[in-house]
């Protein structure tokens, strides 16, 4: 068994996962989002003695937001939400929407988004 998967099997109720990630390459061909979507669940299940908070992916504020950047994050949220649901010790952090907590390029968030 690889060292970090023993840490993550000793970790118990009083500690927390945090798995955040980005909207890089969501819109590629190459991405396979039902494929990263199960190995989420794998994790999932497979660390279920303890505590997961999982971030949502940022909307994209330097493309329109008619974008196809845009849809496929919204797509993978809301199925994200869907499955997570059914799972106890998991928590979504749904990321900020509002524009004014990026920064001006619009890609990252600010110190006020961060917050």
């Known amino acids: 068994m ?20 980005g909207a890089k390459d969501i819109d590629k061909p190459s991405c396979k989002k039902n494929e990263i979507l199960a190995l989420m669940i794998h994790f999932i299940q497979k660390y279920n003695n303890t505590n997961i908070i999982i971030v949502n992916i ?14 496929c994050i919204q ?5 994200l939400k869907k499955i997570l649901k059914t ?8 990321m900020s929407t509002n524009r004014r907590h990026f920064t001006k390029h619009g890609f ?8």
């Not at 993550?8 to 009083?14: D, E, P, R, S």
């Not at 940022?58 to 849809?71: C, E």
């Not at 799972?87 to 749904?94: A, I, N, P, R, T």
């Open 2 to 21: 690889l060292s970090q998967e023993k840490e993550h099997k000793c970790l118990g109720k009083n500690y927390v996962i945090v798995i955040i990630g």
């Open 58 to 71: 940022p909307h994209r504020y330097d493309l329109t937001n008619a974008a196809t950047t845009n849809f």
């Open 75 to 79: 797509a993978y949220n809301s199925k």
């Open 87 to 94: 799972f106890k010790h998991v928590s979504l952090v749904e």
């Open 108 to 115: 990252h968030t600010n110190n006020s988004g961060k917050e």
